[in-house]
Structure formats: structure tokens, C-alpha cells
């Protein structure tokens, strides 16, 4: 598959803001390089998956690194962002509304799942597989949304992510880290959507409490009754008993 803003964080979710601005640090660094080659502030040899370099030296910044880098600008960089600002923001302010934690939980899942298979194929960045993946969640999610793409192709939404490899065959590209961007949006699926509801099945996939804690807003106790001050208008100043009644 194929100047700064102040403002430009405004309107994002707060798990989409945290990865948003955690790419742009990414981004510009390794810019200051290419721009400026004499500050040698950070190459994309320090980025890229190396599980030699992880487990033996504990260079561990490189489990997330690997997911922050997608090239240099062009056609490619673009496409990705596009499609990792818009599928990233449709889902947390669709299914996963409200459920902030749940939403870093797939982030947290997804990234695990690419990790362990990156281990066994040559793949050095993770960012393009992860896009695939929330695109194919989300498309699995909304099946009944009609696509256009580029205005040559109508289809259902399920097929997008496959559409999107054949687009990226077509430029020449290596289908694998699509297809590895697939395969763990369908496990996602498969175990939060799919099999919970199936007769016999259950949830494997929980959110563990910490994210919960971090992220979500606590539910109101329908049985908490607020104090005086807490209350609309505050104390009823100038109420109370008469004096003898």
C-alpha cells in the first residue's frame, strides 16, 4: 500500500494525538538529518525492527521506532498518511467511541502480533502493516459502506484492504507487509468480533484494568448522592427551619 502547524493536533482523539505526535517526532528527526547531515541527529538505521540488536544489545526503543517510520516524502509516505489519519480517527470515533482503552489495547495487540511475525520475515519497518490493519478492521466493521477508488473502482467495503494490495502490486511493490497487516486485523477481528459471539465462544481478548484506569473516564455510581456544594446552585443560602418549628 502504497512547516509545523500549533493547531495541527486539534479535533484528534486522544489515543489518535499520542501516535500522531509520536510519528512527527520520528518524522523530524530523521528530516534534520537529510536537511541538515552535519547534526546526525538520528538515521533510519536507528529505527528500523533488528532483533539481534533489540535482545542482545537492548537497543528497545527499536520495537517502537520501526512502527514511526514510512520513508521519505513522496507518493507512498503520503497514501499511508492519508490512510493512517483517516481509518484511525473513523475507528475511535466510531466503534471504539467512548472505549479509549479498548482502542489502545488493538494499538498494543496489533503491535505485538507484527513484532512476533516480524521475527520471521525480513521486514525492517512496521508502520504500512500496521495502517492495513486498523483499514481492515474497520472495513470489516462497516461492511455495508460502499468505496470509490480513485473513481475507477465501486466495491463494498470489506474489500478495501485488498484493493489496496493489488494497488500496491500493481506499483511494484512487496505484498507482504500487507498481507501481514491483514492477517493480524483478522485475528483482531476473529477474537473480539467474531468468536465471543459464536455458540460456546468467549472473549479472550481483555482490556487489562491499568489501560482502563489510564484511559477511560470512570462510570457514574447511579447511587452517589452529591454533596450540598456539588450540587446545581450550590447551597440553598438563606433556606432552613424556623427558629421554635
Same mark, same amino acid.
Not at 512502527?67 to 507518493?75: Q, R, S, T
Not at 474497520?138 to 461492511?143: T, Y
Given at each position: 500500500m502504497p512547516g509545523s502547524s500549533r493547531n495541527w493536533g486539534l479535533g484528534l482523539g486522544e489515543a489518535q494525538r499520542g501516535w500522531s505526535q509520536e510519528w512527527v517526532e520520528a518524522y523530524r528527526a530523521h528530516s534534520g538529518v537529510q536537511n541538515r547531515p552535519q547534526l546526525e541527529l538520528i538515521t533510519p538505521f536507528q529505527l528500523y525492527f533488528n532483533p539481534e540488536l533489540i535482545f542482545k544489545h537492548f537497543q528497545i526503543w527499536r520495537l517502537i521506532t520501526n #512502527?514511526? #517510520? #514510512?520513508?521519505?516524502? /513522496?507518493?507512498n509516505f503520503l497514501f499511508n498518511m492519508i490512510f493512517l489519519y483517516r481509518y484511525c480517527r473513523m475507528l475511535e470515533e466510531g466503534s471504539f467511541r467512548g472505549r479509549t482503552a479498548d482502542f489502545v489495547f488493538m494499538f498494543?495487540?496489533?503491535g505485538f502480533l507484527m513484532t512476533l511475525f516480524g521475527l520471521f520475515v525480513s521486514l525492517v519497518f512496521l508502520g504500512q502493516a500496521f495502517t492495513i490493519m486498523l483499514v481492515y478492521v %474497520?472495513?470489516?466493521?462497516?461492511?455495508y459502506v460502499r468505496m470509490n477508488f480513485f473513481g475507477l473502482l465501486n466495491f463494498q467495503a470489506p474489500f478495501l484492504p485488498w484493493v489496496l494490495m493489488g494497488f500496491s502490486l500493481l506499483l511494484g511493490n512487496s505484498i507482504?507487509?500487507?498481507l501481514l497487516g491483514i492477517a493480524v486485523g483478522h485475528i483482531y477481528f476473529f477474537l473480539e468480533d467474531v468468536f465471543p459471539n459464536q455458540p460456546g465462544g468467549i472473549r479472550i481478548l481483555k482490556t487489562p484494568s491499568i489501560l482502563k484506569a489510564i484511559f477511560d473516564t470512570p462510570?457514574?455510581?447511579?447511587n452517589y448522592n452529591p454533596l450540598p456544594e456539588e450540587r446545581p /446552585?450550590?447551597?440553598? %443560602? /438563606?433556606?432552613?427551619?424556623?427558629?421554635g418549628g
Open positions: #512502527f514511526l #517510520f #514510512f520513508g521519505p516524502v /513522496g507518493f498494543l495487540f496489533g %474497520w472495513s470489516r466493521r462497516n461492511p507482504i507487509v500487507d462510570d457514574e455510581d447511579p /446552585g450550590g447551597f440553598a %443560602w /438563606g433556606e432552613g427551619q424556623r427558629l
